[in-house]
């Protein structure tokens, strides 16, 4: 009964599906529609691993539970940016760098902005830790300007917006430390900074459910799985998927918002989901973790990959995207300098959102 609460049938027929066709592809390259059964396969894949991490995270709660989140997301996205880039060549070089400024406006913006939003909607007024949130934006904010702004105003590397080897590896491991050291502030040091400051009665009642071990390496087996279909299935797609996007004309940053909006898609709900419950901690915790994660993992993922080809990785931001970032940074910082937060904010990063949409397809 447990297993079946945890992990209905879909959560294993859908990886096992992408699996087969997956085979379809490398045997029938041509087989009719291949292409677009490997998009489903890729977002049916995507949304059973983070099923099957969320499983994991439910055994291991609060803050471990958004932490197993955050890197599954990560390790999906690294895999994505990795294979297209194998695939796109030296084009392909800002797609690091489009895809995490990408996750980055979503999370400030789009899961932030409407989880605020819906969150006051239903409960008017909510609380959250305001320790553990500043230490986290703290932390975001230093990891992003090193990684995505530094690169504008270095000398010393082959092209504007780019690091040299030496500097790309001391970048790479200033955001494993910072990384880790957040991570040990999170979940050992300062825990309790991460925790809800008020304890909702529906989620008391959801936790006495708590998976079996059984369950929970079920969704191990289960997630290494998908993860496996999202590769592959990201290295099959992408390039028809840049063909795609080269035939309409769309921005060379489309690719990166794409690959951010389907890595992202779950985990929004996740984030929704918990604010809608009354958890705004929870779901701040998911947010803000996930950007951490998603800039202090993949960087130095994608900048030793690209030391070991010899790519130069490109890097810095345009005015334009500088000025979208300054701003997200500077509004969720005062959105959430109290400790408490109404609907106002939220509508307002869902514009600055909606901003950086119609500017990145409207250039």
Partial sequence: MKTNRFNPTWTIAIPIVSLVILGVYHLIPSFPFIVTLLCVGLIGSVVTAVHHAEVIAHKVGEPFGTLVLALSVTIIEVALIVSMMMSGGPEAMGLARDTIFA??????????????????TKHQVQGFNLEGVTAALGTMTVIIVIAMVLPN??????????????????????????????????????????????????????????????????????????????????????????????????????????????????????????????????????????????????IPVVAFFSIGMGWTLELGLDAKSLALLVLSLFVVSNSLRTGYTTILPGIVHLCIFATYLFFSFVP
């Fill in 103 to 120: 996750a980055v406006m979503i999370i400030l913006n789009a899961i932030i902005g409407l989880s605020l939003l819906l969150g006051a």
């Fill in 153 to 298: 105003y270095v000398t010393n590397s082959p092209a504007i917006g780019s690091y040299n080897n030496s500097q790309l590896f001391f970048i790479a491991i200033i955001t494993l430390i910072l990384f880790s050291a957040f991570t040990f502030f999170q979940t050992v040091r300062h825990r309790d900074y991460f925790l809800p400051v008020e304890v909702d009665q529906n989620a008391v009642e959801e936790d006495v459910f708590i998976p079996s071990i059984h369950t929970v390496m079920i969704s191990l087996i289960m997630l290494i799985v998908s993860l496996i279909a999202v590769v592959l299935s990201a290295k099959g797609i992408s390039p028809t998927l840049e063909s795609l996007l080269t035939q309409f004309g769309a921005p060379l940053a489309t690719l990166g918002i794409i690959i951010a909006a389907i890595v992202l898609l779950p985990e929004f709900g996740a984030s929704i989901r918990a604010a809608k419950a009354n958890r705004l901690q929870s779901s701040l915790n998911l947010a803000i973790g996930s950007a951490i994660a998603s800039i202090g993992l993949t």
